[in-house]
């Protein structure tokens, strides 16, 4: 019997130290000692296992991966300054110049940029798929092609993508599926079920969700783990030992925050599904969601994102924002305190209508991060901004 989530995220652990400590102590060094010529030469040729320079691995990093692998079923894994960095490194450590990657065209702007205007300075090519076009991804596939890409639920519109049919597709074509799992976090989804090879998160979000420091991880197959290690060695974007030993203590929590923030974030979107100054709510696991089912089949609750369209477009979103009280302004997501944004005004302003209404952006849609004050209020306040 496998152990429950809950238990593995609170009792795996660094091995205690000479001091008998009950909680994980900060391991704060840059480097470690070793016993003699030949300690350090067999450390070195990967002969024996041991800390080097916390630049490869850290005791603190260790541990905050090693509950991640566990919690997605992953075989191994490693942790990264910034979930960006976790993106890039990935990519980076996997493709060769004249690779192609097939990707949703629901991705993180920044993921976005990477695909459009860094990697074809390298060859290295991307053909986009929308939300419902799933269907032509076969046809977006080429020789060359090394990565399928998708997140799911997506930013910001929280849009749904069936894993089990991207993994099949993969297989078939012999494929690297990567999965960025950021807004389900490893409680709510495991992509490696349904035939993913790497799941990506950016831990600045839910998994720290207390809005205190970046962190970026990625799990999976040994051996790609063992590539984006390499490479990550030479390149630098190690997590710090500081952030590991905070995004530790906090995965701890994970669970219960988790179902907290998801009943908040249903009980939310009922409230807006019967505003008359909100035309249109998205939120997996309320029955109007276009892909409800695909939700409930993948998904243990719906999460903590909910995307709604205010009546008036920009100037009513913009109005809607300046009304707000008690929630905070802010491009982050996954907190305790509940976050409202309106993209089309200011994370995706840059983006034309066009590009903006391909990945689900109307001029009305706030994305609301639902945090963990009492419901009551979180209505209250975007109930007063609305009216």
Known sequence: MSTPFETLAIRTQSERSQFSEHSTPLYLTSSFVFDDAEDMRASFAEEKSKNLYSRFSNPNTTEFVN????????????????????????????????????????????????????????????????INEVERIEQLIQPNTKILYAETPTNPAVDILDLERLGKIAKKHNLLLVIDNCFATPYLQNPIKFGADLVIHSATKLIDGQGRVLGGVVVGKEDLVREIYLFSRNTGPAMSPFNAWVLSKSLETLAIRVEKHCE????????????????????????????????????????????????????????????????????????????????????????????????????????????????????????????
């Open 67 to 130: 509950k991640i692998v566990q919690m997605e079923g992953a075989e191994a894994g490693y942790a990264f300054a910034t979930g960006m960095a976790a993106v890039f490194s990935s990519f980076a450590a996997l493709l060769n110049s004249g690779d192609h990657i097939v990707a949703c065209r629901s991705v993180f702007g920044s993921t976005h940029s990477l695909f459009t205007k860094y990697f074809p300075k390298w060859n290295i090519e991307t053909s986009y798929f929308k």
């Open 264 to 387: 908040n974030a249903l009980k939310l979107a009922q409230f807006l599904e019967n505003h008359a100054k909100v035309k249109l709510v998205k939120y997996p696991f309320l029955k109007s969601h276009p892909q409800y089912e695909i939700a409930k089949r993948q998904m243990k609750l719906g999460g903590n994102i909910v995307a709604f369209e205010v009546i008036g477009g920009i100037e009513q979103g913009r109005s809607f924002l300046n009304k707000i009280k008690m929630c905070s302004l802010s491009a982050n997501l996954g907190d305790t305190r509940t976050i409202v944004t309106h993209p089309a005004s200011t994370t995706h302003s840059k983006l034309s209508e066009k590009e903006r209404l391909e990945v689900g952006i109307t001029d009305g849609l706030v994305r609301c991060s639902v945090g963990l004050e009492n419901i009551e209020d979180i209505i209250s306040d975007l109930k007063q901004a609305l009216d």
